[in-house]
């Protein structure tokens, strides 16, 4: 978890999948969440550490 001066950044990983997602969120009232991209532009899907 991340904060900075407007939000929050997350990287959450889904138990299930092992899919890794970028989650964010503005104090000013939005946010979204999308998949995490390697290099290559693929999606990481790794057990967490």
Not at 12 to 22: E, F, K, P
Not at 35 to 40: A, S
């Given at each position: 978890m991340e904060n900075?001066?407007?939000?929050l950044i997350?990287?959450?990983?889904?138990?299930?999948?092992?899919?890794?997602?970028?989650?964010s969120w503005i104090t000013s009232g939005g946010g979204g969440i999308t998949?995490?991209?390697?290099?290559?532009g693929e999606v990481i899907v790794e057990k967490p550490i």
């Open positions: 900075f001066s407007h939000g997350t990287i959450l990983v889904d138990v299930q999948t092992d899919v890794h997602y970028v989650h998949p995490l991209l390697d290099e290559n």
